[in-house]
């Protein structure tokens, strides 16, 4: 079996910035991209940022030049710094990894960490 879970969320002030960290573990061979997504309420979950093994990122519009995504595959984390945090960024955030497990690639999800943007 393979977790992912997610942490760093909380309540922050417009303006300010949270980091929020997704750490996988168990029967894992190796990791290939990896995500973050938000969910606010009322809304479909919408790509936020991704990154590929080697490092290559790719960002939604809302967030280029706030967000940076990154990865530690020794640790098999991925993290997501968010500055210059906005209201309307608040959400539910979540983490997937495709994940190869015995030469098979499975697309996991964590449960979600809550950030809450204050005016």
């Known amino acids: 079996q393979v977790q992912l879970v997610e942490s760093g969320g909380g309540l922050v002030q417009a303006g300010g910035s949270l980091r929020l960290s997704c750490a996988a573990s168990?029967?894992?061979?190796?990791?290939?991209?990896m995500r973050w997504y938000l969910q606010a309420p009322g809304t479909q979950r919408e790509l936020v940022a991704d990154i590929t093994s080697r490092g290559s990122t790719n960002y939604a519009e809302s967030v280029k030049g706030r967000f940076t995504i990154s990865r530690d595959n020794a640790k098999n984390t991925v993290y997501l710094q968010m500055n210059s945090l906005k209201p309307e960024d608040t959400a539910v955030y979540y983490c997937?990894?495709?994940?190869?497990?015995?030469?098979?690639?499975?697309?996991?999800w964590g449960q979600g960490t809550q950030v809450t943007v204050s005016s």
């Open positions: 997937n990894a495709d994940v190869v497990v015995d030469n098979k690639s499975y697309r996991y």
């Open positions: 168990g029967r894992i061979s190796s990791i290939n991209a």
